[in-house]
């Protein structure tokens, strides 16, 4: 069968050679009508998040049977028009949450221990002072928890056995036993505003998360807080960040994802904030987890082609 890897990175294309020597891998985003052209021959489509794999596509490439997405999400492949085709779609649900986890901290600790601010006096300057660069400890704070799937749980062990916080979540979903496990305590969302010194988003982008962090529960919170985020930019309305970061009732915002990942100069206020620490939308992307993503999208390729049952299959027959 013809097989094509789209979006793999130089770094990884031995990953991709060593199961399927005779694929054909292409690297960086290509536009739609890029992918129709290159693809004609394709029967299996292996690609990530940016290639946009919409009707067109989909109706334009006569010999596709499987698509492959090495991620969690799979709203870039238009299911209907895929469903219509007979076109077997599966995901990776699963590469690695630990990852995620402790970009957390990476973030949270770069933030609150000022760490780009220390290295630029360093570097930059070349001032060996530590003066005027006091942090905020972990140990013995409230961190509070919205969401506790797979990374809001690892967040949770984390913070709570390796840090010694005391660690409040809230999930629509509660799990006690989930909780005796990762050592958290679940509480009512409004305590969670209320209690926590630093708040970390786990949620999932749904309509009722949709701007949740706003002026109303910012209001709720202990002056000083810090909000990390690194679910989806639209569960933060970011001019009411803003708001907050100015008003120093927020006094650090850690963000892997924004409102505007498209445009970053839509972004522009928080750009300019010393305590912000924004990182691209990079909290998946480490050894760990890329090996994973691979292994298991080259897993359902393989188990595919020999007629065998799809265990990540987000629809198909
Ligand atoms: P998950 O599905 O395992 O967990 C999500 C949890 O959120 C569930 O327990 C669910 O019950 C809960 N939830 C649903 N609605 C809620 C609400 N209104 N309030 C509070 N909790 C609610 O997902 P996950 O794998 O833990 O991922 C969490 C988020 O992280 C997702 O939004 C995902 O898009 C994002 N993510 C980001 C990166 C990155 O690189 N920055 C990578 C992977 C995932």
Same mark, same amino acid.
Request: proline content about 3%; some cysteine.
């Given at each position: 069968?013809? *097989?094509?890897? !789209?979006?793999?990175?130089?770094? +990884?294309?031995?990953?991709?050679?060593?199961?399927?020597?005779?694929?054909?891998?292409?690297?960086?985003? =290509? &536009?739609?009508?890029?992918?129709?052209?290159?693809?004609? +021959?394709?029967?299996?489509?292996?690609?990530?998040?940016?290639?946009?794999?919409?009707?067109?596509?989909?109706?334009?490439?006569?010999? =596709?049977?499987?698509? $492959?997405?090495?991620?969690?999400?799979?709203?870039?492949?238009?299911?209907?028009?895929? /469903?219509?085709?007979?076109?077997?779609?599966?995901?990776? &649900?699963?590469?690695?949450?630990?990852?995620?986890?402790?970009?957390?901290?990476?973030?949270?600790?770069?933030?609150?221990?000022?760490?780009?601010?220390?290295?630029?006096?360093?570097?930059?300057?070349?001032?060996?002072?530590?003066?005027?660069?006091?942090? *905020?400890?972990? /140990?013995?704070?409230?961190?509070?928890?919205?969401?506790?799937?797979? *990374?809001?749980?690892?967040?949770?062990?984390?913070?709570?056995?390796?840090? =010694?916080? #005391?660690?409040?979540?809230? +999930?629509?979903?509660?799990?006690? #036993? !989930?909780?005796?496990?990762?050592?958290?305590?679940?509480?009512?969302?409004?305590?969670?505003?209320?209690?926590?010194?630093?708040?970390?988003?786990?949620?999932?982008? =749904?309509?009722?998360?949709?701007?949740? $962090?706003?002026?109303? $529960?910012?209001?709720?919170?202990?002056?000083?807080?810090?909000?990390?985020?690194?679910?989806?930019?639209?569960?933060?309305?970011? &001019?009411? !960040?803003? /708001?907050?970061?100015?008003?120093?009732?927020?006094?650090?915002?850690?963000?892997? $994802?924004?409102?505007?990942?498209?445009?970053?100069? #839509?972004?522009?206020?928080?750009?300019?904030?010393?305590?912000?620490?924004?990182?691209?939308?990079?909290?998946? @992307?480490?050894? +760990?987890?890329?090996?994973?993503? @691979?292994?298991?999208?080259?897993?359902?390729?393989?188990?595919?082609?020999?007629?065998?049952? !799809?265990?990540?299959?987000?629809?198909?027959?």
């Amino acid at each position: 069968m013809k *097989i094509t890897f !789209l979006e793999v990175e130089d770094e +990884d294309k031995n990953k991709v050679q060593k199961v399927f020597s005779k694929a054909k891998i292409l690297s960086g985003v =290509l &536009p739609e009508d890029e992918i129709i052209e290159k693809c004609q +021959d394709t029967e299996i489509l292996c690609v990530f998040i940016y290639s946009q794999i919409s009707q067109k596509v989909i109706k334009s490439l006569p010999k =596709l049977k499987l698509i $492959v997405t090495r991620s969690v999400g799979y709203d870039h492949i238009d299911l209907k028009a895929a /469903k219509e085709k007979g076109l077997i779609i599966c995901n990776v &649900p699963d590469y690695g949450s630990h990852v995620i986890a402790e970009h957390v901290f990476a973030l949270l600790l770069s933030g609150i221990r000022r760490i780009s601010e220390g290295e630029e006096r360093v570097e930059k300057e070349h001032k060996f002072e530590f003066q005027g660069l006091r942090g *905020i400890a972990l /140990k013995g704070k409230t961190l509070g928890i919205i969401g506790t799937g797979k *990374i809001g749980r690892n967040v949770a062990r984390m913070a709570s056995l390796g840090f =010694l916080m #005391d660690v409040v979540a809230y +999930d629509p979903f509660p799990d006690e #036993d !989930l909780a005796r496990e990762n050592h958290f305590e679940y509480v009512k969302q409004d305590e969670i505003w209320q209690k926590s010194d630093i708040i970390s988003l786990h949620c999932p982008l =749904l309509p009722e998360t949709h701007h949740l $962090v706003s002026n109303k $529960v910012i209001d709720k919170m202990k002056k000083g807080v810090v909000i990390i985020n690194t679910s989806r930019g639209g569960v933060v309305k970011t &001019p009411d !960040l803003v /708001k907050g970061l100015k008003s120093e009732k927020i006094a650090y915002a850690v963000l892997d $994802v924004l409102e505007h990942e498209k445009n970053i100069n #839509d972004n522009k206020e928080l750009l300019e904030m010393s305590n912000v620490i924004i990182t691209p939308h990079v909290a998946f @992307y480490a050894d +760990d987890s890329m090996n994973r993503m @691979y292994e298991e999208a080259l897993s359902s390729i393989e188990r595919f082609l020999k007629d065998e049952k !799809l265990v990540h299959q987000v629809i198909g027959v």
